[in-house]
């Protein structure tokens, strides 16, 4: 198994930044994936960015590029979201998801393992 915390959440004004943080215990050695997601109200949960485990290939959301980065530490088993120039359409809960999958997972399924997501709220 694989636990997931999501650190970083807040409220933050339009043009600001945040930077969240997901921090893996357990069996982190079956990590291939990690992955960002966000959850709007009333909407269904979106896939924001994903890194793979060399930290070189990443791939994001058309809504979200060249305004987000996501990066890891393996030495500490983090995943990070930079997020700036925050629009008031970015928030939502954002989750941290584990896939043990190669390549650049984009979906819900292919991720086996979460967290418990922290609140975004961008004020315009």
């Known amino acids: 198994q694989v636990q997931l915390v999501e650190f970083g959440g807040g409220l933050v004004q339009a043009g600001g930044s945040l930077k969240l943080s997901c921090a893996a215990s357990?069996?982190?050695?079956?990590?291939?994936?990690m992955g960002w997601f966000r959850q709007a109200p009333g909407k269904e949960r979106e896939f924001v960015a994903c890194i793979r485990r060399s930290g070189i290939s990443t791939y994001y959301a058309d809504s979200v590029k060249g305004r987000f980065t996501i990066s890891r530490d393996n030495a500490k088993n983090t995943v990070y979201l930079q997020m700036n120039s925050l629009k008031p359409e970015d928030t939502a809960v954002y989750y941290c998801?584990?896939?043990?999958?190669?390549?650049?997972?984009?979906?819900?399924?292919?991720?086996?393992?979460w967290g418990q997501g922290t609140q975004v709220t961008v004020s315009s």
């Open positions: 357990g069996r982190t050695f079956s990590i291939y994936t």
């Open positions: 998801a584990a896939s043990g999958l190669l390549g650049t997972p984009r979906v819900e399924s292919e991720y086996a393992y």
